[in-house]
């Protein structure tokens, strides 16, 4: 089942009015912009989304609000252009939800997963970049290290690297997670495999890079009075999000909605543990 991460709380905060125009920055299945569309009459909504699998299921289960919603592929770098082409000059509210896609997580051929055996790629845009399988077959040990130290915040990332390369070729997402396993054996209730797993992913994609774009570029994209709401899952994330809301607000160009960041609910968690870590702020870009 798909949930939509804090639906009602991204709701609230975007404060959704029917004849506005809103930007889903990561529409994923189409949870949020769903929710959204559904309470448009004149309004728009704007479905984008780097990965084109996910947003062709998300207009398949949009289907039933088609007419209010224009769907666009893109990065965060190319926000700006899904606004002309969907007719739009501003919009009323950005949202975007920091989160990796259920369906990407749980599609073996995607390669993000450990759990199952599948290609070493992990890119969101399969039509361009280089692949997990390029990065971990040839990049210098210590560049691998470095990056599963840094992204990942794993601090046996040389032990790591050390057998990666010893095992060159890595063939697949298992044969990486088992090689892993053996060099740095569990020591919580995490795999010894999650964090260099998301920290190849982060790297193939330019997450860090993408969300620097995404925080420059979305507030230039609001209408006077525009809210801009982040879900983030990662607290390297989510102080990056929290540094730039202030620094709009000390320039006098927004004010901070969310003094503390909103957290899901108990009875969210309870359904879907993939939400425990999840952190909401909301911007409001002055008049």
Avoid at 224 to 241: A, H, N, P, Q, T
């Amino acid at each position: 089942m798909h949930f939509a991460v804090m639906a009602a709380e991204a709701i609230e905060w975007l404060a959704v009015q029917p004849e506005g125009t809103y930007l889903d920055a990561t529409a994923g299945l189409g949870g949020h912009t769903a929710e959204i569309a559904r309470r448009l009459t004149t309004g728009r909504a704007i479905a984008n989304d780097r990965d084109a699998e996910s947003l062709e299921m998300a207009r398949r289960n949009t289907a039933a609000w088609a007419d209010r919603i224009c769907y666009h592929q893109g990065t965060f770098s190319r926000l700006a252009a899904a606004l002309p082409a969907c007719g739009a000059q501003q919009v009323n509210g950005l949202l975007a939800d920091l989160g990796v896609s259920r369906y990407q997580l749980t599609e073996p051929d995607r390669g993000f997963s450990f759990m199952a055996e599948g290609p070493l790629d992990m890119r969101m845009d399969r039509s361009t970049g280089i692949t997990a399988a390029d990065l971990v077959n040839q990049y210098a040990e210590k560049a691998i290290a470095d990056l599963i130290y840094q992204m990942g915040e794993e601090r046996r990332a040389r032990k790591i690297a050390r057998a990666i390369v010893r095992a060159r070729p890595i063939r697949s997402t298992l044969h990486l997670a088992g090689l892993v396993e053996r060099a740095v054996p569990r020591t919580s209730h995490l795999h010894p495999a999650t964090r260099t797993f998301m920290a190849l992913r982060m790297f193939v994609n330019d997450e860090q890079g993408e969300l620097d774009r995404l925080l420059e570029i979305g507030p230039e994209l609001l209408a006077s009075g525009g809210r801009m709401v982040v879900i983030s899952f990662m607290s390297l994330e989510d102080r990056k999000v929290k540094q730039r809301f202030r620094d709009l607000a000390l320039e006098g160009r927004a004010t901070v909605l969310t003094k503390h960041p909103v957290t899901p609910t108990e009875e969210e968690t309870s359904l879907n543990p993939a939400s425990r870590s999840a952190k909401l702020r909301a911007l409001l870009m002055k008049c």
